[in-house]
């Protein structure tokens, strides 16, 4: 069996990239899946920056599935789909969003059986909110201050021991005001005890932060991690890139840079690379510069995109990780679409698409992901399959009423609650939330 592993990998590895010049792929490849749409809430949706990660979770104990979501103000929401009755809940506002798009809630089961969310209010502290019972997402949820560490993006995920890490990224500006206010580095906070205490990663580690830097030339030192993904074996795979004010000075976001990558493993605390390098506790800037590098990327000023965008997705096939992530500026041209892939001693990356937003992917089976992805305005969500991490082909076309803004994959999903729709809204103030929330999932029929 591993002989023949081997050599299924040799000719993954050989495989060529295969580029698709448009967005608007040939449908030849569609009908492969079936897709039935469900709208379980109907302009309710506000603007959000939440990326896809922890949106919701199957509990297999009482057959239900529970998705969050970010309604008017940005506050928090959740609903159950039982899956023996098929029916949906009404809505239940968990807690205050304070108006900001980047209060989105993420949500995890904690080993107890509790649902818990977590919001980082944006540069001031992170939150949690616990379901009153467990299994259930009904009632009115208890509000925990975790700790003011000037926290946003809040990224969670739960080990197979149950102790729950969060990741998040703190505005350090904020907690000594002497710093340079693009220095905003990644940190986590640990709980083994079903979110009841936590310890943060300068505690369990002893360093400064987990990923970042505080003095590149080009000021460089803000970490937007795209995604984070725990595998079934344990290994949490980080796809990100940078952001800071160029070498014109300091400004906050003004400029995107880079593609990097690396994974964490929860058992010794450690991150490494792609060739298996031991970075340690913390990952510095010699170490993304060194090890990390998926792809370089011009520090040029956007008209209306950052590039690389906020969100990068990033998968594994056989062990060997693969990214998604797109550059472009929307009033001058169509976006485009890139697929990194790691052939076992480098990177190789090539344009795949035009024109996408690429939002989420899922694992189909050993060789496949299915991709999903949006166009700028229009309704639907395209999938696409990513096969050996190499190949780029439409699937499908999901129909929706509306633009759809953000997807998240449901943890241990069950159709026909695989995928969350999050509706674009129609302003960028969240006090405007007339964005649909919906599901989708693989139709039977």
């Known amino acids: 069996m591993t002989r023949l592993l081997r ?21 030849d490849a569609q009908g492969k899946a079936k897709f039935a749409v469900t709208t379980t809430a109907t302009n309710v949706a506000a603007r959000s920056d939440r990326r896809p990660v922890a949106g919701g979770v199957y509990d297999r104990e009482v057959g239900k599935t ?68 467990p299994n259930s997402a009904d009632g009115v949820w208890e509000e925990t201050l975790i700790s003011k560490n000037a926290a946003t993006y809040p990224m969670p995920f739960v080990t197979r021991d149950g102790t729950i890490y969060v990741f998040y990224r703190e505005t350090t500006r904020d907690l000594d005001h002497t710093t340079p206010t693009d220095t905003r580095p990644m940190l986590y906070v640990v709980s083994k005890d079903n979110g009841k205490t936590w310890k943060t990663s300068t505690d369990l580690t002893g360093d400064r932060f987990a990923i970042g830097s505080t003095s590149r030339a080009d000021n460089m030192n803000e970490i937007y991690i795209g995604q984070l993904r725990q595998e079934d074996n344990g290994r949490v795979r980080i796809v990100y890139t940078l952001a ?27 991150f490494y690379s ?35 965008d906020y969100i990068q997705l990033v998968g594994t096939t056989f062990g060997q990780p693969f990214l998604l992530w797109f550059t472009g500026d929307a009033d001058k041209g169509p976006l485009h679409n890139y697929l990194s892939t790691w052939n076992g001693r480098s990177w190789e990356t ?14 189909i089976d050993p ?46 999903f069950r159709d026909p609650a695989r995928a969350i729709f999050s509706g674009a809204s129609s302003q960028r103030d969240v006090a405007i939330a007339d964005g649909d929330i919906s599901v989708a999932g693989i139709s039977r029929r």
């Open 7 to 27: 050599g299924v990998m040799s000719a993954v590895l050989l495989l060529p990239l295969v580029a698709v010049p448009s967005a608007h792929a040939t449908a």
């Open 66 to 133: 529970f998705i969050s979501w970010a309604g008017q103000y940005e506050d928090s929401y959740v609903q159950t789909y039982d899956h023996r009755k098929a029916t949906w809940s009404a809505p239940n506002r968990v807690a205050d969003g304070d108006a900001d798009s980047h209060n989105y809630p993420t949500m995890v089961q904690a080993r107890d059986g509790h649902l818990l969310i977590f919001r980082g209010m944006h540069n001031v502290e992170l939150r949690m909110s616990r379901s009153p019972q």
């Open 244 to 270: 800071g004010g160029g070498p014109e000075g300091h400004l906050h976001d003004r400029y995107h840079r880079n593609i990097y990558y690396a994974w964490f493993d929860p058992r010794n605390l450690h």
């Open 274 to 308: 792609a060739a298996g390098k031991d970075l340690g506790t913390q990952i510095d800037d010699a170490d993304q510069e060194k090890h990390l590098k998926v792809a370089e990327t011009p520090l040029t000023l956007p008209n209306g995109v950052k590039s690389p």
């Open 350 to 363: 090539k344009e795949v698409a035009r024109g996408l937003r690429t939002r989420e992917m899922e694992k």
């Open 367 to 412: 060789f496949t992901w299915r991709v999903y992805a949006t166009e700028d305005g229009k309704p639907n969500v395209n999938t696409y399959l990513v096969r050996f991490g190499r190949t780029w082909d439409l699937e499908a076309i999901i129909p929706t009423a509306k633009p759809v803004q953000r997807v998240e994959i449901v943890e241990n």
